[in-house]
């Protein structure tokens, strides 16, 4: 029997040497994270920080471009729109067309007026150089104190009321000030792509599917003369153009309608322009579609994209104890709805949601009511 050695080694020790080797590992790993002030989560935070470094010192940078991006964007899409689909509609219906004219141009300026006033309006900070009687501890990088619902962003280097995240497509944090404008540009933008997919199907359809084999060319041209069949089944070659074998006639003239070829609409750049909107409004609805959806909920439950984490732990926590945990700011669905998109002091739904509207958020930002106080009106705070 032959023994497998090597560099002198057999086959029983080289396993062993990797045991010991893989047992010192785990045992190094160990003593690295051996209690909560270095466990492994902290250890992992440690490998991530050149990244973490990165997104702190260069997002605020990078945030002027993805602005100028999605207003690029935007003016493409709506451009394409005017260009192929207003003359599509236009010769189809012109009824048609007027309605989808207002439509369209009432989701356009919701889009545009919610993106800007999400960009120039800033989320909010604590008042610097005034003793907060509504802090509730300290924040650890600007060392001030920290109002409820405020949290430390890295990358603005200061602390935001009611912060939900910083957003590089806005170049600007999400949080007390600015979050209403930023959940209805999500929600107007996805419901902007859904109008022009579904007005543009038909469009897509003929110059996409119908005209796409307009313009073929024979490769390979077919050769020979006309033939045709008699009554035993026997090919003959037709010689004569005579379309009647019973009398010699000349040939007959059909004046049939000769179809209108639209070249523009046929041509290349047309074809990748619809290309383009295709591929750009379904992903907007599948992107910003399921982050409006996931907003959607967290409004529901009256809680921020932090505080849903911080709740997700309390609750965890609160399990343990056999206790349940309930979030001080969830005054139930109506309420919450009502409190974030400021329809109180008589506000309307239709002034305030479908309309453009430039009234700020109830309150200061510094304090906020929550489900221990005594019963308040609608008309909150």
Request: hydrophobic fraction near 40%; aromatic fraction near 14%.
């Amino acid at each position: 029997m032959t023994r497998i050695t090597w560099r002198g080694h057999s086959t029983q020790e080289l396993l062993s040497i990797l045991r010991l080797r893989w047992s010192y590992m785990k045992h190094c790993w160990h003593s690295l994270t051996f209690n909560a002030h270095m466990n492994s989560s902290y250890a992992s935070d440690v490998c991530l920080t050149p990244i973490f470094w990165f997104v702190d010192n260069y997002t605020h940078c990078l945030g002027p471009f993805f602005v100028v991006g999605v207003a690029a964007l935007t003016t493409s899409v709506v451009s394409i729109a005017y260009w192929i689909g207003l003359p599509f509609w236009w010769a189809k219906s012109q009824l048609v067309t007027y309605f989808l004219l207002i439509v369209g141009n009432w989701l356009l300026l919701n889009v545009v007026f919610h993106y800007v006033m999400a960009v120039i309006t800033p989320a909010g900070h604590p008042p610097e150089g005034v003793s907060l009687v509504e802090a509730v501890s300290m924040c650890g990088k600007c060392i001030a104190p920290k109002p409820p619902r405020t949290h430390h962003c890295s990358i603005c280097n200061r602390c935001i009321l009611k912060m939900d995240h910083h957003c590089p497509w806005l170049n600007n944090c999400v949080g007390y000030g600015n979050h209403r404008y930023f959940f209805l540009y999500m929600t107007y933008t996805t419901l902007g792509c859904l109008f022009l997919i579904l007005f543009g199907l038909e469009i897509g359809h003929k110059y996409l599917w119908l005209d796409h084999g307009e313009n073929w060319t024979e490769i390979e041209p077919l050769e020979g003369q006309p033939v045709k069949f008699n009554l035993s089944g026997h090919i003959i070659p037709v010689t004569h153009p005579n379309e009647y074998d019973e009398f010699v006639l000349p040939p007959a003239v059909h004046n049939l309608p000769t179809p209108i070829v639209d070249t523009d609409a046929a041509s290349p750049g047309r074809r990748r322009a619809l290309w383009f909107m295709a591929f750009t409004n379904v992903a907007v609805v599948l992107a910003l579609g399921s982050l409006s959806i996931w907003h959607a909920k967290l409004i529901t439950r009256g809680e921020t994209s932090v505080e849903a984490h911080i709740n997700e732990a309390e609750r965890k926590r609160h399990l343990q104890q056999q206790r349940i945990y309930i979030n001080p700011y969830n005054f139930g669905t109506k309420k919450n709805w009502k409190l974030f998109l400021g329809l109180v002091r008589g506000r309307s739904f239709w002034r305030t949601v479908l309309l453009p509207s430039w009234h700020k958020p109830e309150g200061t930002g510094l304090s906020f009511h929550t489900v221990n106080d005594a019963p308040f009106e609608d008309g909150w705070p």
